[in-house]
């Protein structure tokens, strides 16, 4: 299966600070790239989708001017979490899919744990 | 609106006894029903892709199953190495996203 790496696997900020997290796929291209956000025993919430060279697709109640995403390549996708608050801790997974016919796989990162202190 | 329930929320198993997931779904159109292994800390890990209703799989000591309204996902014998939570997700015809249910969390004791 496709590889999904993500840099870093966790980080430990201050509150009021900026973190960047990247997604890459290593072994294809990824044309859309998708971003999940997992809070203990609780399932994925998705919360974004990231396109190419275009904006990101957001879904309802994510702030966009919070969690800033970055689609530059076709390898690499970037969450940035601004003005970060000891609420935006949690575990942060992104995906992508193999591009193909027929089917859908998406392969998923090792995620990044984010403590906002 | 996509719906996918897991069910039991969770499982205890001893070593070596069978047992199964429940996936109910509801899509306006089904593209795909996904199934993944997740870890403690870890994301998660691909294990199946159904597309169609009578359509299985097998993998080891997994088989997944779907029909028109439902997938299970059968443990045969498991191991302790097979304790995590499973996900179940779908794909609808109209989105690019999955949606994933809430998952069953799987102890197997020795």
């Known amino acids: 299966g496709a590889v999904v790496s993500q840099h870093p696997s966790w980080v430990i900020c201050k509150s009021g600070t900026s973190v960047k997290i990247e997604c890459r796929s290593l072994?294809?291209?990824?044309?859309?790239m998708f971003w999940y956000r997992q809070f203990p025993k609780q399932s994925l919430m998705l919360m974004a989708t990231?396109?190419?060279?275009?904006?990101?697709?957001?879904e309802q109640g994510v702030e966009k001017d919070k969690f800033l995403i970055n689609h530059a390549s076709l390898t690499l996708s970037t969450l940035t979490v601004t003005s970060a608050h000891p609420e935006d801790s949690s575990f942060y997974i992104c995906?992508?899919?193999?591009?193909?016919?027929?089917?859908?796989?998406?392969?998923f990162g090792p995620g990044t744990r984010l403590t906002v202190t | 609106e996509d719906q996918v329930t897991q069910s039991p929320e969770a499982l205890r198993l001893q070593e070596g006894e069978s047992s199964s997931l429940n996936c109910s779904y509801t899509?306006?159109?089904?593209?795909?029903l996904f199934w993944y292994r997740q870890d403690p800390g870890k994301g998660p890990e691909f294990l199946f892709t159904?597309?169609?209703a009578g359509e299985e799989k097998e993998k080891e000591r997994l088989k997944a199953t779907l029909t028109k309204k439902e997938s299970f996902l059968h443990i045969t014998a498991p191991k302790p190495e097979d304790s995590a939570t499973y996900l179940c997700?779908?794909?609808?015809?109209?989105?690019?996203?999955?949606?994933f249910g809430s998952g069953t969390r799987l102890q197997v004791q020795p």
């Open positions: 072994d294809f291209q990824a044309t859309t």
């Open positions: 995906s992508a899919r193999e591009p193909g016919q027929g089917y859908y796989e998406q392969y």
């Open positions: 159904l597309y169609s």
């Open positions: 997700a779908v794909l609808d015809t109209g989105r690019r996203a999955l949606t």
């Open positions: 899509v306006s159109g089904l593209r795909g």
């Open positions: 990231s396109n190419e060279g275009s904006k990101a697709t957001y």
